[in-house]
Each structure stands twice: as C-alpha cells, then as structure tokens.
C-alpha cells in the first residue's frame, strides 16, 4: 500500500470555476441582504431604532462573511479531496500549524471584543436618561406601565386636578399615546410573571421583573424617542408585544403604540378628551361603565360579547347577570359581581384557577379601582343577561347597599349628575 502520498490535485480549470460561483454568489448574497433586509425590518419609528439597524447590519454582514468562509472551505474540501477511485494510499500526516492556529484564535477574538464594545455603546446611548420626559403642556409627565396575564395597562400622572384635589391619572388601556420628538420614558412593573415590553418599531424591549407584591414589583425603564417615517399617515400605530412566554395567554398579549404628527395633535385627540371625560362621567351609571369595564385589563382573560372580547383564560361574563344571584348563598348578584371584582379569590369559578388579580382604591397602578367606579362596573354587568337577578330597577340602592355589605365603604353616587349623559369624550381604553 503507498503512504505518504499527496492527494491535491494541480490547480484545475474546475477549481478557478467553483472560486468564481463562490464570489459570484458572495456578491449576489451581499446585495441581497442590503436590499431586501430593511424592506423586511418594520420602520424605524425612533431615534434609538438607527443605531441598533447599525449594529444588525455589522452583526448579520460578520457572520454572513463567517458562515460564507466556511462552507465555502466545506464545499472546496468536499470536492478537492474526496476519495477517488483509483486511490487507494493514504494522505500526508499533519501535527498542526501554531501559526494558523494563532491566527483563528486571535480574529474571532478580536471580533467577539469589537462586538462586544459597540454592542455596549449602542446599549449605554439608548438607555441613557434624557432630559425633559413625557413633556405634556410644558410639563414633565410620568408613565406607568403594567404588565399583567394577559394585558398591558397604561396610566398617565397628569398634573391636572379632579375636584377632591387629587392628581388625575389617564388609564389608557393597552395603548401607548405618544408624540413625534417627546422624550418616552415608562416605568415598568408586573404584577405577576416575567413580562417583556416589546416595541419593534422602536427597537426597545425591556423586561418587567417580579419583586414584593405591596410594590407591584421591581420597576424597570425604557426610553425612546419617536421620530417621523417617511410616507407614514399620522396618527400612526405600531405593535407592542409581549416577548417572554408568560402563559397560554401569551400570544393575546399585545398593545398598540400610537405616535402624533406633534404635540398639539396629541393634546387635541388624546390628551384633553381623556381629561374631559374624567371630569365629566356620563350620569347613566350604565353607560359610565362600560366605559370604565374597558380601562381595566378585563378584556385580557373573559369573554363578553357586548365589548368584543373573546379570551377564555377566565370565565365568561356573558350572561353573568342571570346567574350571579347564584353562586354564593346568601349574598345578592351585585354583592357577589361586587366582591369578584375586588376580591377575586373570595369566590373561584370552577374549572378556572386563582390567577385574577383584585382591584380597589388601596391598590395601585393599573389595579386602583374607586368604590365610584366600582359602582358603574356592577352597574353595567348587572345588565349583561336576560333574565337578570340583579334589581336594575333599584340599582342606585342595590348595588351601594351591596358595596357596603361586602366591604364598609359607602358609594357618592352623585358623580357626573348634571353632565349630559353619553355626550362626554370617553379615554381611550384597551379594545
């Protein structure tokens, strides 16, 4: 048998074809990439989204080049050094080259320290605080977002006053109202599972982490700053994701952010008839709960024909007025709709588990919930049936006598008397 002998060929006619395919396709997969790749990406709809495109581009073009430069090598050694027929001696023996060795353990070396470095820059601009946040009518506003199975909730702390001197705070459901040039930042916080606030026109995404459940957990920040899209219609919506898996809800939890041509738009559609309809609550404490029904995450888990919803995480609210005189001896409907609201874990439907969060005024966040409107929402449900149990001829007795029963506090049904019913602008609510 020979040993010893070599079997690489002389440099062929073959050869210098499989070279120019392999150049050939290098450049076609090049141009493909810097062509068709940012039709694929959605619009860069924030100033932080250009640098992070950037840092796409460098990643995708080093391991485009990488994976080229290997199965390239695979292909050539493929083809080169098979095993033909009329050879049967073995090849020559190599103990290793401590050059070429050196050499691919600095390169990707030097490349994992220089993607590393520009990878950390981009992380440290965008995440830079900013002066001047959530700028509202001259004023720094703050942002509160909660993450909960399966909804996203926004509130605005504005500076404006209800009539008890409190702040008032715009709760805008899973929508995110925002403006060309404002500088957004949003404190994040869960109120049970790791969530991820996910916003890819923007290129932010930034966990929401548990922590002490009298906090609402640990908070966490994102910032951005929206800029204009060419060829964009303004008002302009981009999605929010939820992209850490949270449940067999998770795929439901999404939002909508909605960027303004600039801030007189912004205060003209949004920001002022949220205010308006604070201040102003329809009368029929019917009507003012189908709007409140709709700033809560409700919609995240029940089913209810009347509004849209259609999730089956939770029970189904259809009809819930024909049987909630029934669920709980002794207690009437507007108790028991009452007491699941603010109490969920007092009564579990069965074949549904403990995952419903409460609300009421000593929460916070998404979850502060008046005895007022409290009120409205047993109100509105107690009409959701045909043949209810609840007395919707006495409701403005009931329903307070109810609150009362179930947790000592009385209700000021007073609110919005005098204001032409239905005729206010309602905020802007989850879908």
Request: proline content about 6%; overall charge negative; glycine content about 8%.
């Amino acid at each position: 048998m020979e040993r010893n002998r070599s079997n690489i060929p002389s440099i062929s006619p073959a050869a210098v074809v499989v070279a120019a395919v392999f150049l050939l396709v290098s450049v076609i997969g090049v141009n493909w990439f810097t062509t068709f790749v940012p039709r694929v990406l959605p619009p860069q709809a924030s100033a932080e989204s250009r640098s992070v495109d950037e840092l796409f581009y460098i990643l995708m073009i080093i391991g485009g080049v990488v994976f080229f430069l290997i199965q390239g090598m695979l292909l050539i050694s493929v083809i080169f050094f098979r095993a033909r027929d009329d050879d049967r001696g073995d090849g020559p023996t190599y103990h290793g080259n401590p050059l070429l060795e050196l050499v691919w353990t600095i390169i990707p070396a030097l490349v994992v320290v220089y993607l590393a470095v520009i990878s950390f820059n981009v992380w440290n601009q965008n995440s830079e605080p900013k002066a001047a946040v959530n700028m509202i009518n001259g004023e720094e506003t703050v942002i509160r977002v909660t993450g909960a199975r399966y909804a996203w909730t926004h509130n605005y702390e504005t500076s404006r006053l209800n009539p008890e001197g409190e702040p008032i705070v715009i709760n805008s459901g899973d929508k995110l109202h925002t403006y060309i040039g404002q500088n957004v930042e949003l404190v994040l916080r869960t109120q049970d599972v790791i969530h991820s606030y996910w916003v890819p026109a923007m290129r932010v995404k930034q966990d929401l982490l548990p922590g002490d459940p009298a906090t609402g957990g640990r908070p966490t920040e994102i910032r951005f700053t929206p800029v204009r899209v060419d060829g964009a219609a303004y008002p302009a919506e981009y999605p929010i994701v939820c992209a850490e898996l949270c449940g067999d809800g998770h795929g439901r939890m999404r939002g909508t952010v909605i960027v303004y041509e600039d801030e007189a738009q912004f205060l003209a559609q949004f920001y002022e008839p949220a205010i308006h309809a604070i201040l102003n609550p329809p009368a029929d404490p019917v009507l003012r709960g189908e709007i409140v029904i709709q700033e809560y995450i409700c919609n995240s888990c029940h089913t209810l024909d009347s509004l849209g919803w259609s999730s089956r995480t939770g029970p189904s609210m259809n009809g819930i007025a024909d049987r909630a005189g029934e669920r709980v001896a002794g207690q009437s409907a507007e108790e028991y709709i009452a007491t699941s609201v603010w109490n969920a874990t007092a009564f579990v439907v069965p074949g549904y588990t403990e995952q419903m969060a409460s609300f009421g005024p000593e929460q916070t966040d998404a979850n502060k919930m008046s005895a007022e409107q409290l009120y409205a929402i047993v109100a509105y449900l107690c009409t959701q049936g045909e043949q209810s149990d609840c007395d919707n001829e006495n409701s403005t007795v009931a329903i307070p006598a109810a609150i009362k029963t179930a947790f000592g506090l009385e209700v000021d049904i007073t609110f919005g008397q005098g204001d032409d019913a239905g005729e206010s602008e309602s905020a802007p609510s989850g879908e």
